[in-house]
């Protein structure tokens, strides 16, 4: 089993910038990937950013030029840099590891942590 913990999130005035933080714990393979998705009540949970174990990224257009996801191996650890917030972004953040288990992948998830951006 794998567990994650997000932390970092808050409140914050449209413009502004928060640092998201998950870290990862357990039976953790060499290769994976890691990612930030966000939801609000009422919709599907979408995908933010991602990033593998050898640092490719990939972006939602939404937040592209404006989030930065990033990763540190040695302290199993994902970051989601947000600046320019604006109310749209408002959402719980969740933390996501997909890995390889057997024949199939396995995602394993946060609890999530709010972001509330303000007008």
């Known amino acids: 089993q794998v567990q994650l913990v997000e932390s970092g999130g808050g409140s914050v005035q449209a413009g502004g910038s928060l640092r998201l933080s998950c870290v990862a714990s357990?039976?953790?393979?060499?290769?994976?990937?890691m990612a930030w998705y966000r939801q609000t009540p009422g919709k599907q949970r979408e995908l933010v950013a991602t990033i593998t174990s050898d640092g490719v990224t990939n972006y939602a257009d939404s937040v592209k030029g404006r989030f930065t996801i990033s990763r540190d191996n040695f302290k199993n650890t994902i970051y989601l840099q947000m600046s320019n917030l604006n109310a749209e972004d408002t959402a719980g953040y969740y933390c996501?590891?997909?890995?390889?288990?057997?024949?199939?992948?396995?995602?394993?998830w946060g609890k999530g942590t709010l972001v509330t951006v303000s007008s």
């Open positions: 996501n590891l997909k890995q390889r288990g057997g024949r199939n992948d396995i995602n394993f």
């Open positions: 357990g039976r953790i393979l060499i290769i994976n990937t």
